[in-house]
């Protein structure tokens, strides 16, 4: 089965800086790719997705890239603030209508 | 806010005791998909239900079930708790027709077994 191996578990950057989190897949067939934010006590939000037929995709400060031969892809934030701070995972799911797998997360601090 | 509902919110229950977990999908999707989350680690996918039939199993035990409804809110039942089924369980609403494959989360049941 699919497996997400997610890198780093923590980071800390200062506010205004840019942070990138990892992630590898396993399953080759995985087509869908979102990452989720998730604050204390509350449930992931989706803030940006891929689809395994675009290399990059950008949403204001957020942006996702992937590269399927080497089965990863990545988040990048930059002029990071405050509110970023959060739990970061990311997601894969190899079927039109089939459960994600997640990677263990990311915990981003952005210092003021 | 996503739309998806989920209730109870926090819930404390004791060994051995059955528990029911309720979602509400987020209007105009059909698919329901609850997910278990330990604590610092990311959800776990228990099953999923489309047309309330289960279509997709993660590797968790039988007392673990489930039904959808005709409005396609659904239900997550555990018999039998254990203290290892203490943890945040989420459910999530999609879509199954035209080209949506984005999920959105609820905000989560927190259940702690004792």
């Known amino acids: 089965g699919e497996n997400v191996e997610q890198h780093p578990s923590t980071l800390s950057v200062q506010e205004g800086d840019s942070a990138v989190i990892k992630c590898t897949y396993s399953d080759s067939a995985s087509n869908y790719f979102p990452w989720y934010k998730q604050e204390l006590g509350k449930g992931p939000q989706l803030i940006i997705d891929i689809r395994s037929n675009v290399g990059e995709k950008k949403d204001q400060r957020i942006a996702v890239t992937l590269n399927k031969t080497a089965k990863h892809f990545s988040l990048h934030i930059t002029e990071t603030q405050p509110e970023d701070s959060a739990v970061y995972f990311c997601?894969?799911?190899?079927?039109?209508?089939?459960?994600?797998?997640f990677g263990p997360g990311t915990r981003l601090s952005v210092l003021p | 806010e996503t739309g998806v509902t989920q209730s109870p919110t926090h819930l404390i229950k004791t060994r051995g005791q059955q528990v029911t977990l309720r979602c509400s999908s987020q209007?105009?999707?059909?698919?329901v998909s609850w997910y278990q989350q330990a604590l610092g680690q990311g959800p776990q996918f228990i099953f999923q239900?489309?047309?309330?039939?289960?279509?997709g199993r993660g590797n968790f035990p039988p007392r673990f079930s489930g039904l959808q409804f005709p409005n396609y809110s659904s239900e997550l039942n555990v018999n039998a708790l254990e203290l290892d089924d203490s943890a945040l369980y989420l459910c999530?609403?999609?879509?199954?027709?035209?080209?949506?494959?984005?999920?959105?989360f609820g905000q989560g049941t927190r259940l702690t077994v004792v």
């Open positions: 239900y489309y047309r309330e039939e289960e279509n």
């Open positions: 999530a609403s999609s879509s199954r027709t035209g080209r949506d494959t984005e999920a959105f």
């Open positions: 997601a894969a799911r190899y079927n039109y209508g089939q459960n994600f797998v």
């Open positions: 209007s105009g999707h059909n698919t």
